[in-house]
């Protein structure tokens, strides 16, 4: 096979890759008739990472650990890692984990509230959320000290 069209394949199958992860997460894609058979020929996603160093092209799944510049993060919406969205740059994707837990943070919205069951740490103590939906500080409404 001739480098120019391993690096085509490649990218057929990062974009197929995407396209799954995508539809997925509910996320509506136009697709180009190469992408629909590529898909159809059965483009899987890379195994689930958990407690491995960040890199792109991990499939991270909501709750996975990942380690990045010496620190750990919770991925806080599932995706798979692209350059740019490093963990110390995408609050919006990991939270920093200090201690046990991921240190709260405040929500932007609901694909990223906390969910029952949820523990985070914050103001020194560890919290966990007895409420779906979760936006407020623990210690408002929604959290109990544990």
Not at 61 to 78: D, E, R, S
Not at 101 to 109: I, K, L, M, N, S
Request: charged share 20%.
């Amino acid at each position: 096979m001739k480098k120019s069209e391993f690096l085509r394949n490649a990218g057929r199958s990062m974009r197929a890759q995407s396209v799954i992860a995508a539809k997925m997460l509910g996320v509506t894609v136009e697709l180009s008739p190469e992408e629909t058979e590529d898909i159809a020929k059965g483009a899987s996603l890379p195994p689930i990472a958990d407690g491995q160093e960040w890199t792109p092209g991990l499939n991270l799944a909501g709750g996975t650990i990942v380690t990045y510049g010496g620190k750990n993060y919770q991925v806080v919406q599932g995706h798979i890692a692209q350059a740019g969205w490093e963990p110390d740059n995408t609050p919006a994707l990991f939270a920093p984990i200090k201690g046990d837990f991921a240190e709260w943070a405040q929500p932007q919205g609901s694909h990223d509230a906390y969910m029952t069951g949820d523990k985070v740490s914050f103001g020194g103590k560890v919290w966990i959320s007895t409420v779906d939906g979760n936006v407020w500080q623990p210690g408002v409404y929604g959290w109990e000290e544990i």
